[in-house]
């Protein structure tokens, strides 16, 4: 079975990092020539020059088109050769991939798959990122040397935090509070509740309030990489458990994930907040989750080369493994499910 899911949107870059230069990237180990045209679209390509395969982001751009470095054989955006120096004529055969691409929430997407499957209506959206009501800040494109499914475990787990994250998003007391797991239709949730605590370091600077809280952990993952974390507190018996969430301080982490190999991944992170946006704030919050997010790296990347060299270990599979195993699950029923589809239908007779 593939390793990947093809027909899907696959987060590619900050839309922001995308401009009338050349730009490598490679998602699912394909390499792929992104640029902006000159009406404000995007356009991806293979990165690679049906010629003698020079990459076509080191050639040159023409209006919207891309000449090749090498010998000056020129695609147009959707991938038709429009010239080959030295000849007339041109043959159809000639071409390059071109990928479907849209833009939301400040990231381009890439579809893999079947092109005429490319749904833009399908692509994730978290609509609190559109409301007047809630401020957002951008995060980093964190490289991660690890397969892009551990960092998805590490996102659908909040058993780690009370152990990775201390000085940031948790305290360490709070490791033994039970987690709950669910799988719906597009999704798997993983969620908890911590009653009556203190409020988390990186909320401190962000809420005004002193006393204890009931703080939520929602863990929403969609396969193949994108997670949402619903994370917030409330005064302690506000009823927030039960749905009053009048008096709160609310963020949703939005982690897209694009899996470059098996051994690497480009986590982009932002976070949407229902409180205004303050420079000095988002600073200090940015601040703070660069600092979890880094702890979650270290531990990813180190677990990475443990699995390099441990080939064929089995794991100890433990309680909080459920949502984990959701996951995967999900996926790999996503992917079977696709190549099924692909089968060509033969009617017997
Ligand atoms: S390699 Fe591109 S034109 Fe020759
Ligand atoms: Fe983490």
Redesign the pocket.
Known sequence: MSKYLRNTWYPLTWSSNVDRSLKRHTVIEEDIVVYRKTDGEIAALSDA??????P?SI?RLVGDSIE??????TFNCSGTCEK?PGQRRVPDSIKVKSYPVTENMGMVWIWMGDPAKADKSKVFDLKEFHDPNYSYVLGDALVVDANYLNLADNLCDPSHVAFVHQSTLSNKEHGEVPVHYERLEDRVVTWRWINDSPLIPVFKDQFDYEGNVDRWHYYHYFAPSVAMIDFGSAPTGTGAEQGNRDHCIQMFACHFITPIDERSCIQHWLCVKNIPSDPEKNAKLLAGLRIAFDEDKTVLQAIQKNEDKLVGFKKARIAIDVSNIKMRQMLDEMIEEEQLESIPFTEVV
Request: hydrophobic share 35%.
């Open positions: 020059c049906p010629h003698r395969l020079a076509l050639g090749c470095g090498y010998h000056g054989m080959i």
